[in-house]
């Protein structure tokens, strides 16, 4: 298996084997269509509440459920929901394929208390009666093929998610499993059970995704070929770095210069400026402008006051200056 062939996922072609992952607070349409650009074969949507478009919630119905157009040259969207109410999740479900989703894919694997207390995200690990059932609904009101994104556990040492997995895939129909083999409690700290992927692997009747640790060519390659998995996704190692996109689908082996990312953090302003308008856009975009800026290779004396001026800005004008300020622009043209 190469991670350019193309799979499928309940019938649905994806054109290669890496993915991006649902980056909560940041998978928007614009960062799934970064992706693409770049070679993803499907980007997921950051985690939307099931209730929010359950009782049709204005900012998530007109910015969350957005898919826009030009994504789809990139190949098939997936929706990311979370919820632990079967009935909303059906009604949910159903919203999302009217707006257009090809994929919808179930969070979990959530570790945040926030979303755990509710008995969603990884709480479902403990529930795995109702995850079903919250997987089933979400296949029958959406008529879509439903993926679900697991962790190998809630505590650490746990495989519980092993079999909630099985259950998932011959119990409610779910068409593909994205496994982190980290426990919810460990977040993303300590090394990933790679072997426990394999296991998982080797015994479903699905396609497994695997996450988790996957920052680098090297460590997707090693992961890949150590698990057997389907496909790969990237997540944090991706924030800011679309680049990893080519470089693991050996197109790109080289880092971006300074130009580049430069040109490319332009592309970004652009696009959320489009997205929530120039005012929200300046301050939605503090939290993207310290990813680009670490690949500037400007120092850690410029690279400082740069991020602290960043952070400061109002508006994506004034980021744009900061920028020209600091001499970035000028040490890129």
């Known amino acids: 298996m190469q991670l350019t062939e193309p799979f499928e996922i309940g019938g649905v072609t994806i054109p290669n084997r890496v993915v991006l992952a649902p980056l909560a607070g940041i998978g928007n349409w614009f960062v799934r269509l970064q992706a693409k650009r770049y070679g993803a074969g499907l980007a997921v949507s950051e985690m939307v509440s099931s209730f929010a478009i359950h009782h049709r919630n204005e900012r998530t119905m007109a910015e969350l459920l957005r898919i826009d157009p030009r994504e789809r040259a990139g190949g098939p969207v997936s929706m990311q929901l979370f919820g632990q109410d079967p009935a909303v999740m059906r009604s949910a479900a159903a919203t999302v394929a009217e707006a257009g989703a090809d994929l919808i894919d179930l969070n979990m694997g959530c570790p945040v208390p926030k979303v755990c207390k509710t008995g969603a995200g990884a709480a479902l690990l403990d529930d795995p009666d109702t995850a079903v059932a919250v997987a089933r609904a979400a296949r029958e009101g959406s008529g879509l093929p439903v993926t679900v994104k697991l962790r190998s556990g809630r505590r650490p040492g746990s495989t519980d998610g092993l079999a909630l997995a099985h259950r998932l895939v011959d119990e409610a129909g779910v ?18 059970d790679y072997d426990l992927a394999a296991r998982l692997v080797a015994s479903l009747d699905a396609p497994v995704i695997l996450t988790g640790g996957l920052s680098t060519p090297e460590a997707v390659a090693a992961a890949a070929q150590r698990t057997g998995a389907a496909a790969v996704m990237l997540a944090r190692g991706a924030l800011g770095n679309p680049w990893l996109f080519e470089q693991v689908l050996g197109v790109r082996v080289e880092a971006p210069g300074p130009e580049e990312v430069l040109a490319e953090l332009d592309w970004v302003m652009d696009r959320c400026v489009e997205h929530l308008g120039a005012d929200r856009a300046g301050r939605y975009l503090r939290t993207f402008y310290p990813w680009y800026v670490e690949r500037l290779d400007l120092g850690h004396e410029r690279a400082k006051p740069l991020q602290r001026a960043l952070q400061q800005t109002a508006s994506v004008a004034e980021a744009r200056s900061a920028l020209v300020e600091a001499g970035a622009v000028a040490a890129a043209a």
């Open 175 to 192: 068409a593909a499993i994205t496994f982190h083999p980290r426990s919810a409690a460990v977040q993303h700290r300590g090394t990933p």
